[in-house]
């Protein structure tokens, strides 16, 4: 499994760059190849200063060996080995009228001491964060995560559009970091950490759960280009900009505060620069801002706080 | 002493904000009055868009109730109410070559459930963060702490010091936030905290801390002006702006993922403006940003990876 995951995320990672690339016209990705002293490595690919990307990554790595001692209580393991891959995506667009999108894919695997594989699972989602709203792309990039759920059951995309509501929750501010999406993880053979939904089938192997985690990740470019290819030539102001600047201020406290994927790799020696490329290339903090009332700002702000139904 | 402490706090924060709007010129603070629900309140005063000053906050606070629960466990204690009043503040000036400074001076009390005063203590410090080093102005702020630390005790200015590069250290960059100051923290009569520094003296009565403290607040003025006055009007170019935004962004990594007062303040429900008032107003993420070999910029990173003594 390990095996075949990681060939997918390799080739996932040149497809979904080659399609930006494309869109955005002017910038290339830069790969950085990185090794971990402990075990496995990444290619991190960075663009920065295009047409349409202001700065984004799209990141795959596989890193292995002992468990960090952090992650062994976190797991309530002692000793254990493991074994992690995915891909990992960020793009922030410079025209505040594109909204910014993230998107995860990975796959665990851990094992005793003797090597035996004791657990394994998968996780990921995909969620997008708009500064404007057009309710138009809203439902689109729902409706394209819907049908990629619904052909594996029909249950999974209402409980994972509601994790998502609820992982990417800003608690602080008491808002959404954007309209959500999908959020999964700990997607097993059992699926016990699913027992409380009731419209979840338990019958899934981990070569089911393969094949939905898959058909999500090819489902992110149709989720995305369109929404880009609409909104990329749409005429902004510098108030636009500011504001786009102001919000980007809520997605670095997110992934600063909040993020456990971020805060994991910051606190266990993660590579810096693959985790914090998340971060957008200009951010503005105000003092007390509010957008003036029955604005288009205001209208965004008012989705965040009472995250909807989109499809 | 809580009475006397807060009177001081109010006075200083007028004291503060008069000789920086002198010096701004031009800006004046704006001053916001909140109230806690659950009790007590606070003055934010907090100037922007200045001829020195970008952004930049003056609070005080003064807040007591029940201690909500995330603090019983960081205290170890059940069902005790406490009182709490400080000034804090930073100051992000607009130009490069005019330090970020930050300073908190606190006064903490907590009661059992009878009423009866079980414990109280002083905290707070000063600390520097230049985004080009002039060595003298580092020595001068030292120095000025030094005086005020030797006044009360020979091994307070060395020992808290030493605490400021401890607790302002970004571990995830392996390096200072700045080139420190002073930090303390559980100041009390019995110094219990204190006992590992053996040129500390154990005979501080709670008087001969706020003395301590307030000797050190008052100091605050004369550690910074000087540096502002000799920088303000020091030239600098786009290429020097765009070096301190994007180390203001190692400032909000600081705050959002390492400073406890911060994320103390966002998960027990503070006022958030005036809790993140402390970010700067522009910043930059780049990915993987190095500065050249031999630059101001290199020489900047190169004492903040390994805190000097400057007196």
Request: charged share 30%; proline share 3%; net charge negative.
């Amino acid at each position: 499994m390990k095996e075949k995951f990681v060939a997918y995320i390799k080739n996932l990672q040149n497809e979904i760059t080659s399609a930006l690339e494309e869109i955005d016209g002017k910038a290339k990705f830069k790969e950085d190849k990185w090794t971990r002293e402990e075990g496995g490595g990444g290619q991190t690919r960075v663009i920065e200063n295009g047409n349409v990307f202001e700065k984004g990554g799209v990141n795959i790595s596989e890193v292995f060996g002992k468990l960090p001692e952090s992650m062994q209580a976190y797991f309530g393991v002692k000793d254990a080995d493991f074994f992690a891959c995915g891909l990992s995506l960020v793009l922030h667009p410079k025209s505040p009228m594109v909204p910014t999108v993230h998107a995860n894919w990975r796959y665990f695997e851990m094992y005793d001491a003797e090597g035996n594989t004791v657990d394994s699972w998968f996780g990921g989602g995909q969620d997008l964060t708009p500064y404007y709203l057009f309710e138009e792309d809203a439902k689109h990039f729902h409706q394209v995560c819907k049908i990629a759920c619904d052909k594996h059951n029909e249950g999974f995309y209402e409980t994972y559009k509601k994790r998502c509501d609820e992982y990417f929750w800003n608690s602080h501010r008491e808002e959404a970091r954007g309209i959500g999406g999908l959020f999964f993880d700990y997607l097993k053979s059992s699926v016990a950490s699913a027992k409380d939904d009731k419209n979840i089938v338990t019958e899934m192997t981990m070569q089911d759960w393969y094949n939905f985690v898959t058909e999500v990740g090819n489902s992110f470019l149709e989720c995305y280009l369109p929404i880009v290819e609409r909104r990329k030539d749409l005429s902004y102001n510098e108030e636009n900009k500011n504001w786009q600047e102001i919000r980007r201020g809520r997605y670095v406290e997110f992934n600063l505060v909040h993020d456990k994927g971020t805060l994991f790799g910051l606190k266990t020696n993660g590579r810096i620069e693959s985790i914090l490329m998340s971060l957008p290339p200009v951010v503005q903090w105000k003092y007390d801002h509010h957008p003036e009332k029955g604005s288009k700002e205001e209208k965004l702000v008012e989705v965040l706080k009472n995250p909807r139904s989109w499809v």
